[in-house]
């Protein structure tokens, strides 16, 4: 009797690629995507193979070859060197997913190139309305649409390697169809910032600058991050943290704490000292939710650290009630747009995803250590309480004031009274 041969398991051996360092667009996990299925999960257009035949998508298909024709006229490029240049790249690109692609070659090619097509012409498009020729166009003659597409293009599933935009943008440069300005055209970078700046709120670019030309850009969410994160130089020390709790900002504020917003490039710069919590400023509106899951998501994915999760975390902690929305919108930190403060709070509740910070370095156990250690203080409670219930505001100090020197003025009369007797 011959020996048995584990046929199937030699022949998976054999064909496992190893894993890429171009690797950067992935899956959601589970665990996240179980919170809140739509906001991770494209509901206009489909961008790479991750989504692509949707039903639901099938509408915009159209209109990105009606962009892919508008795209080959202006630059004279034919489809063919188009389609060859990615065809070289069908390997790398591959590369850059996290699942298995199960489309051919051919397909893959020519689903990448419509997809990164349609989108450098809305990157052109956006700043030049010159370039929007069509009386009648899907995108830009409607907001509404424009916005939603916008929206897809944050989603960590919904991407395509940024090299193949890079690429179409050498394209369109070297045929001089970027449109002139008064500092000569515009980056793929500065076209990038101005298509997505108003979703995320990303501050000028040439603020930004810096610190994307020290990166390679894998994609759209990765550039957002990148424009989000501090610079290594900026960020604090990271530390294991010592509790998962700390007091809410009502709690807080009865413990004599002020919150105080501050204008600042960076929303995660908070800062906690002599009783001053610094927040940065923070708009909740329709991108909000959909801005701050795919981030997370492609941290978790991406790195060893979580900054926008640590985020996530300290305004959580924050925010437990519609009284601690109050206080903070108050205060001018938060801005919100859903219907009411009890939405809002609930909203901030939904985006943290558990308790992964617990077994990592976290940017926030110093701010945490310090506004569980005020807070623990009795004295502070006492001083606020006094300020709050009896001097919150200047006539209410001074009826205090006149109450006391009647008090005192009845006590002399009674003395003098039985002095007199």
């Known amino acids: 009797m011959g020996e048995l041969q584990p046929k199937n398991l030699k ?67 034919s489809m063919e060197e188009c389609f060859n240049a990615l065809k070289e ?9 996290a699942v298995k692609i199960e489309y051919e070659e051919t397909e893959l ?21 010159a370039l929007q020729k069509e009386k009648v166009d899907r995108v830009f003659g409607k907001p509404w649409m424009q916005r939603d597409i916008t929206y897809d293009l944050l989603l960590l599933e919904n991407q395509i390697p940024f090299f193949i935009l890079e690429y179409l943008y050498s394209l369109a440069l070297t045929r001089n169809t970027i449109p002139l300005e ?4 515009l980056s793929l970078f500065e076209l990038t910032h101005r298509f997505l700046g108003k979703s995320v709120y990303i501050w000028p670019y040439a603020e930004m600058k810096k ?64 009783g001053v919590l610094k927040i940065p400023h923070l708009r909740i509106r329709g991108s909000t939710e959909i801005f701050f899951r795919n981030l997370i998501a492609y941290e978790q994915c991406e790195f060893h ?53 617990f077994s990592k370095k976290s940017y926030v156990t110093d701010l945490c250590d310090a506004l569980n250690a005020y807070y623990r203080v009795p004295q502070h409670k006492w001083k606020a309480s006094l300020k709050q219930d009896y001097f919150s505001t200047p006539w209410a100090g001074l009826s205090i004031v006149v109450a006391a020197i009647l008090v005192v003025l009845t006590f002399i009369q009674t003395v003098c009274s039985i002095m007199s007797l």
Not at 242 to 255: D, H
């Open 89 to 97: 790249w069908e390997t790398e690109i591959r590369a850059c997913y």
């Open 11 to 77: 022949q998976k051996l054999e064909k496992v690629s190893p894993l890429s360092p171009r690797c950067c667009i992935y899956r959601v996990p589970k665990r996240l995507r179980n919170q809140n299925e739509k906001a991770y999960t494209p509901q206009v257009v489909s961008i790479g193979p991750l989504h692509h035949g949707g039903k639901d998508l099938e509408a915009m298909e159209d209109h990105k070859i009606r962009y892919v024709k508008d795209f080959l006229e202006r630059t004279k490029v």
């Open 182 to 185: 008064a500092n000569g055209v």
């Open 109 to 129: 090619v020519e689903m990448v190139l419509v997809d990164s097509i349609f989108i450098f012409e809305l990157l052109l498009r956006f700043p030049y309305p």
């Open 211 to 274: 610190k994307l030309e020290h990166k390679q850009i894998q994609h759209f969410v990765d550039f957002v991050l990148t424009c989000h994160r501090p610079l290594p130089s900026e960020l604090p020390n990271a530390k294991k943290l010592t509790t998962l709790t700390i007091p809410n900002a009502t709690e807080l504020y009865q413990s004599g704490v002020k919150f105080v917003k501050v204008d600042d490039k960076n929303i995660f710069d908070i800062k906690f000292k002599n």
């Open 305 to 357: 650290d979580h900054y926008f999760h640590d985020y996530v975390f300290i305004m959580d902690g924050l925010v437990d009630s519609s009284k601690d929305v109050d206080l903070l919108v108050k205060a001018g930190i938060l801005d919100s747009k859903l219907p009411d403060s009890e939405a809002t709070a609930s909203f901030i509740s939904s985006l943290d995803s558990g308790p992964i910070l």
